[in-house]
């Protein structure tokens, strides 16, 4: 796991003893700071540059990382069925009065498949799905 800077790596910046390093080297040190056990100040003190600097661009390449794997997943609707239409009697005109209409939730995770039929509020939802997680 010792990766160390070469001459050629480092190329001058725009002050002096400011070195701007190459993408490459900047990538595989992060990428090195990230594996489990690595520690940051030795493998910053084995290549001769600041701690700071490498956590700093340990940062960037994780969020690049998590930046190229959050992605949308495809979705497809099984089985569509027409809206059904509620008739609120005359006299249940108050703002309170929610009507409820019962349907199905059906999530596939890989082979585990959770359906859910009837009137379900949020809450239960949450409680179904917190379980399927753990």
Known sequence: MDITVTESEAKSGSRKGRPNYDREFRRRLAAAACEPGASVAKLARDNGINANMLFTW??????????????????????ETPPQRVTMPSDAGA??????????????????????????????????LGSVRS
């Open 95 to 128: 703002v309170g009065n929610r009507t409820t209409r019962a349907g199905t939730i059906e999530i596939r995770f890989g082979d585990l498949v959770v359906k859910v039929d009837g009137i379900v509020d949020a809450d239960t939802l949450r409680v179904v």
């Open 58 to 79: 340990r940062r960037r390449y994780r969020e690049q990382l998590q930046a190229e794997t959050t992605s949308l997943i495809p979705v497809a609707v099984v089985h």
